[in-house]
C-alpha cells in the first residue's frame, strides 16, 4: 500500500521518524492505519515540529483506542479530563501538572490487569539538554537473552503488586487510602506476551512493581528480577529523546519501558501534553 509519508529509524532495533504528516489536520484512515503498524513495528514513533490543540491531540490519540481520564483529576487539562498535564511549572502557588514523573523504567499502568497500550506526549516546553524520556526496547531485550532463559521466561507470569511498592518505597507521599488499596490489588502478567497486532514475542518485566514470579517466593524472585531488568534496561536497547517544542510522540507501551530524566526544575520549565490509551488483556 502507498502511504503519504516516509519514515527515518531512530535506532537499528526500535524508533523511527515519521516525516510528512500533520498531527493537527484531518487524516485519511489508510495513513492512519500505516502509523498504527509502523507503532506496532518500531516501539516510538517521532513527530517533529506538530501545531497541535488539545482537540486535536485527543482526536488523534483516541483512533488508537479509548483513552484514560487520569486519577489525578487536578492535573488534567481544564475542560479536557483526556489531557493529563505533566510540568514543574508553578502558577498561583500551584503546580499546573504532575512533575517528578518516574525516573525508574516502568511500562504505564503495568499494575492493573489491562496494562495501557501506550501514550501520546506533545512537548510544548522542555529545557535544551535535559529533562529527556528514555525508552528500551523490550523486542531487542527479549531476542537478546540466551535461548535458556528465554525459554524460561515464557513460562514464567510475574506478580504486579503496586502496594507492596508503594510502601517499600521511602516516599513523601501520604500512605494510600483503604480505598486505592482495595483497588489496586496484584495482578499477574506472563514475563512474555505476544504484541496483539503483529504476534511478535516481548518481554513484560518491570524494575518496579513485581514482586515475585509465581510459585516463587520473594527472596528468590528478586535477585532473578534484577539480573533480568540490569539487562533488558542496558544501553544497547535504548533510545534517549531529547524534546523540542512541537515534538509528539507515540510510545508503545507493550513492547517498551521509559523513563523521565532529571532536570534542573527549581530553574527550568517543562511542559507536556499526555494522552493515555486504555489497555487490554496481556498474552503470552
Ligand atoms: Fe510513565
Not at 483513552?67 to 487539562?77: G, T
Not at 509528539?248 to 532536570?263: I, Q
Not at 530553574?267 to 501534553?273: A, D, I
Request: net charge negative; charged share 25%; proline share 6%.
Amino acid at each position: 500500500m502507498t502511504t503519504d509519508f516516509t519514515l527515518t529509524d531512530l535506532t537499528p532495533f526500535m524508533g523511527a521518524e515519521v516525516h510528512g504528516v500533520d498531527l493537527g489536520a484531518a487524516m485519511p484512515d489508510a495513513t492512519f492505519g500505516a502509523i498504527k503498524r509502523a507503532l506496532a513495528e518500531r516501539s516510538v514513533l517521532l513527530f517533529r515540529n506538530q501545531d497541535m490543540t488539545p482537540e486535536s491531540q485527543i482526536a488523534f490519540s483516541a483512533r488508537f483506542g479509548e483513552l484514560e481520564k487520569h486519577v489525578l483529576q487536578n492535573f488534567c487539562l481544564d475542560g479536557h479530563p483526556e489531557i493529563f498535564v505533566v510540568s514543574n511549572i508553578i502558577e498561583d502557588g500551584k503546580h499546573i501538572g504532575a512533575f517528578g514523573g518516574s525516573k525508574e523504567f516502568h511500562s504505564d499502568l503495568a499494575y492493573i490487569p489491562d496494562p495501557s497500550k501506550g501514550s501520546v506526549f506533545r512537548c510544548l516546553e522542555c529545557p535544551e539538554g535535559e529533562g529527556e524520556t528514555e525508552f528500551v526496547s523490550m523486542f531487542a531485550a527479549l531476542d537478546a537473552l540466551p535461548e535458556e532463559k528465554r525459554d524460561w521466561l515464557s513460562q514464567q507470569s510475574a506478580v504486579f503488586d503496586y502496594v507492596w511498592d508503594y510502601s517499600r518505597r521511602q516516599t513523601q507521599r501520604p500512605p494510600l487510602s483503604e480505598e486505592q488499596i482495595r483497588n489496586t490489588p496484584p495482578v499477574t502478567h506472563p514475563c512474555v506476551r505476544s504484541h496483539p497486532e503483529t504476534g511478535r514475542k516481548t518481554l513484560f518485566v518491570s524494575p518496579i512493581w513485581i514482586r515475585n514470579f509465581v510459585g516463587m517466593s520473594e527472596e528468590d524472585s528478586q535477585p532473578i528480577l534484577k539480573e533480568l531488568t540490569d539487562f533488558a534496561t542496558g544501553p544497547d536497547f535504548a533510545y534517549r529523546h531529547s524534546w523540542r517544542a512541537g515534538d509528539v510522540l507515540v510510545w508503545d507501551n507493550r513492547s517498551t519501558l521509559h523513563k523521565a530524566c532529571p532536570f534542573d526544575e527549581e530553574n527550568s520549565r517543562r511542559l507536556m501534553h499526555r494522552t493515555t490509551i486504555t489497555g487490554e488483556q496481556t498474552i503470552r
